[in-house]
């Protein structure tokens, strides 16, 4: 492969701000997958991700879709996604399924789940690295390379509206998307720094402490609390907070000693696990780091924590919630999905095309 933009190469990446800004920006939805850059040479592609590690052997369709589709010598940056059976919205988590070690479950779910790609920036075309070009120049040769694209290639949509970038952060949640992002039309293209702003939908909600995981620094720091929420069938894991420094992992450390729990008698023993109950001994997203820890010490579900987080997948939170107290007003009974907002369904057809 011989590209004037050689993997591996650190996508541009965004810092989050509050609230959609004004000016010389161009707005695109925020795609809910993995982020990705095709890298294609003639009859060799390669897939690179945000940590660097190819995900070419995963995702043999968008190969031959890149093969089929993109230009014989280019750079395209963009996000693998995944469009639940039915095609009404994006599944992240049946696209995490598809990390896989064995190349037969590999050939097999990408039959059977397959993925799609969707471009949003040109780093490279024939012999001419674009990166140093504006993002409105870049942008133009992306529309005109993929002006006849077809699925399961696809161009995301773009505005220079705000108006029309504020309708699509209300609705196009409902299709599975993840907020808003805003992209300088004067910007290079600037490889693993936060060059751009992402909006993110923001909520919170009242969950049960159920557990915490101990700090790769030492035995006596919290690495983050573990999140529960209940429903019929019992109490249920729904996700993680964490970002602490490290002087109020060890306060946390202390403070939760009184509550260690007996596992054998915890709503998330391994005896629930193994009756296919979500715990924290579900392993999400470990493919991506064989062998992770995911032991966690028990803690009698007693204190309940409000946490701040943007959006759900199935019945989990998408990303690490955010701490913002403690709840001592709150029974732990009482923290159910009835108090999480549903977003308004939305045709994720419209969001493509």
């Not at 043999?60 to 750079?75: G, I, K, S, T």
Request: with cysteine; hydrophobic share 35%.
């Amino acid at each position: 492969m011989q590209l004037p933009v050689m993997p591996p190469v650190k996508p541009m990446l965004a810092k989050s701000v509050a609230r959609i800004p004004e000016g010389e920006l161009c707005y695109e939805p925020k795609w809910d997958g993995f982020r990705s850059i095709i890298f294609r040479d003639g009859d060799t592609v390669e897939i690179g991700s945000r940590n660097e590690k190819p995900m070419t052997r995963y995702f043999p369709e968008v190969v031959e879709a890149a093969l089929e589709q993109l230009p014989p010598r280019c750079v395209v940056d963009g996000e693998i996604i995944l469009v639940r059976p039915g095609g009404d919205r994006l599944d992240f988590e049946m696209l995490q399924q598809r990390i896989h070690p064995a190349a037969s479950r590999v050939k097999l779910l990408a039959a059977e789940t397959p993925a799609s790609f969707v471009a949003f920036d040109l780093l490279a075309l024939d012999d001419v690295d674009l990166m140093p070009l504006p993002f409105s120049a870049r942008r133009n040769a992306l529309e005109e390379l993929l002006s006849e694209a077809a699925g399961p290639v696809h161009l995301t949509r773009t505005t220079r509206d705000h108006v029309q970038a504020e309708e699509w952060f209300r609705h196009f949640e409902g299709a599975g998307l993840d907020g808003v992002v805003a992209k300088p039309l004067d910007g290079t293209y600037q490889p693993d720094k936060r060059a751009m702003f992402k909006i993110k939908h923001e909520r919170t909600a009242d969950c049960v402490l159920a557990g915490y995981r101990v700090h790769k620094s030492g035995p006596d720091l919290v690495g983050s609390l573990l999140l529960g929420l209940y429903d019929g069938g019992g109490l249920t894991h729904v996700g993680v907070a964490g970002a602490f420094s490290m002087q109020r992992r060890k306060e946390l450390f202390e403070e939760l000693q009184p509550l260690i729990a007996d596992s054998g008698e915890h709503p998330w023993s391994r005896s629930e696990h193994e009756a296919g109950k979500r715990t924290p001994l579900t392993s999400e997203g470990s493919r991506w780091s064989a062998g992770k820890d995911l032991s966690f010490v028990p803690l009698r579900p007693e204190r309940v924590i409000e946490v701040k987080y943007d959006h759900m997948e199935g019945e989990r939170f998408r990303h690490t919630t955010q701490f913002v107290r403690w709840r001592p007003d709150r029974e732990p009974e009482s923290c159910t999905y009835e108090q999480l907002e549903e977003p308004v369904k939305y045709d994720l057809a419209d969001v493509l095309s």
